[in-house]
């Protein structure tokens, strides 16, 4: 095992010399380690189908056929959304889901066409997965075995799959069958008004996007399915409101939670948020923090602004800058991987108790340009309810970790942030 030294750079991490003698400067080894738990295979076969795992943060493994075909490069039968059979015609009145209120349907055998026909487990993808894989994948115009088609290379871990080109049928008609690629999701355009359209996914030579269609349209089918690597290792000490807590032993006395905040799992990133809010990075609706700049006190335990609290009640809260400390003086940090995500499993020295804090990636930009972080499996930070001190209104404490660093420090407020809830 490589040991790797803890370092705390001041220049790369943007503080003043006025602000950093301000604050605590605490060492500690970081060890790179085995695999916690293995993320599991990068691809498999789910009822006679394959998939592949592209290493997105939703961990939906992607088929490598669509519905119909026996080849990757074949573009299988078109079909209208939310019906399971192929037509001779596609036309409104022969498509019963035209004009009806319906809500996404994924893994609902009676509209789901990827779970009638490919058995339990397989379903189409929503329109947030079909985002999140144009997101997270390098996308190019690519011909395989004589049928061009778009290639999704994923940037996490370098895995691709290849959706042909399959055109689209309206009425009787096939257009464009060589030459464009047309995907339906489950997920119905939401419009009170407007009833008879769907997302759905198309792309061309020069071009790839989300767009909205007519129901009717008859478009391919690429099935998806669920991640299914069993991560529940991490030690459990009790539950408050439902969220499991461990006791690592610290002198504080503090109960750590064991997952993150809007997660549903240890691995998973939950959601991000800027400091002092309690609404998620993604749905903000200014471009500036409600606290940012405002002077303020810790807001541990405000409903107002500890979103631990405003979310899980009881005794939830964020941690102290104070009690992030001392896990670095108490615990042994190890960089490893569990399930989909890479982090830091942090052990306490007294009773061997652990947590593992995902490197859940950062949002660093004052305008929400993407619901999406970056740095994802490089590196995360999570906020502190402790606002720096002297003038610096604009920041507030976190810890930044990554595979060669831990630190506690003051960070611009407006940063989207991971939330690792703490009790007492």
């Known amino acids: 095992m490589r040991r790797l030294l803890f370092v705390l750079v001041a220049l790369c991490l943007s503080l003043s ?64 959304w939310g019906e399971t ?96 690629g047309s995907y339906w999701t489950s997920t119905p355009w939401q419009s009170a008004e407007y009833k008879s359209g769907a997302h759905e996914y198309h792309f061309g030579g020069a071009l790839g996007e989300a767009g909205i269609s007519e129901r009717y349209y008859g478009y391919a089918i690429r099935p998806v399915t669920d991640y299914d690597v069993d991560t529940n290792v991490i030690p459990v000490s009790g539950e408050i409101n439902g969220h499991p807590w461990v006791d690592l032993g610290l002198p504080s006395g503090t109960k750590w939670a064991t997952q993150n905040l809007g997660a549903n799992a240890v691995d998973q990133d939950g959601e991000h948020y800027a400091w002092g809010e309690v609404y998620p990075y993604a749905d903000k609706h200014s471009t500036k923090n409600d606290m940012y700049d405002k002077e303020s006190g810790d807001i541990a335990g405000d409903a107002h602004y500890d979103v631990a609290r405003a979310l899980w009640g009881g005794t939830w809260r964020l941690p102290t800058e104070e009690e992030f400390n001392e896990l670095i003086t108490n615990c042994t940090f190890e960089w490893t991987s569990i399930g989909r995500r890479y982090g830091v499993k942090i052990t306490s020295r007294t009773n061997g108790n652990y947590i593992f804090l995902p490197a859940s990636g950062v949002h660093e930009s004052r305008y929400a340009e993407s619901i999406y972080p970056t740095a994802l499996n490089e590196t995360a930070c999570y906020w502190s309810s402790t606002p720096a001190r002297s003038n610096y209104h604009h920041k507030a404490y976190g810890i930044k970790l990554n595979k060669t660093m831990i630190i506690v420090l003051s960070h611009t407020r407006f940063y989207g942030y991971s939330i690792r809830p703490v009790s007492d």
């Open 85 to 180: 059979i192929v037509k001779s015609s596609y036309t409104e009145s022969n498509t019963p889901n035209y004009g009806r209120d319906i809500a996404d349907f994924s893994g609902d055998k009676a509209y789901d066409v990827a779970t009638a026909k490919w058995g339990k487990g397989w379903r189409m993808p929503t329109k947030v997965e079909f985002d999140e894989l144009v997101y997270y994948c390098y996308w190019r115009y690519v011909q395989r075995e004589g049928r061009w088609g778009a290639e999704f290379t994923s940037s996490v871990n370098g895995n691709s799959i290849f959706l042909p080109t399959t055109g689209y049928k309206d009425g009787t008609k096939h257009y464009e069958a060589s030459g464009c």
């Open 17 to 80: 010399t006025t602000e950093l003698s301000a604050q605590k400067a605490l060492s500690q080894s970081i060890t790179e380690i085995a695999t916690l738990v293995e993320y599991g295979p990068r691809k498999g076969v789910l009822n006679g189908h394959e998939w592949i795992d592209l290493g997105l943060p939703s961990g939906t493994r992607w088929a490598t056929c669509n519905v119909d075909a026996s080849a990757t490069h074949l573009p299988g039968r078109l079909y209208s």
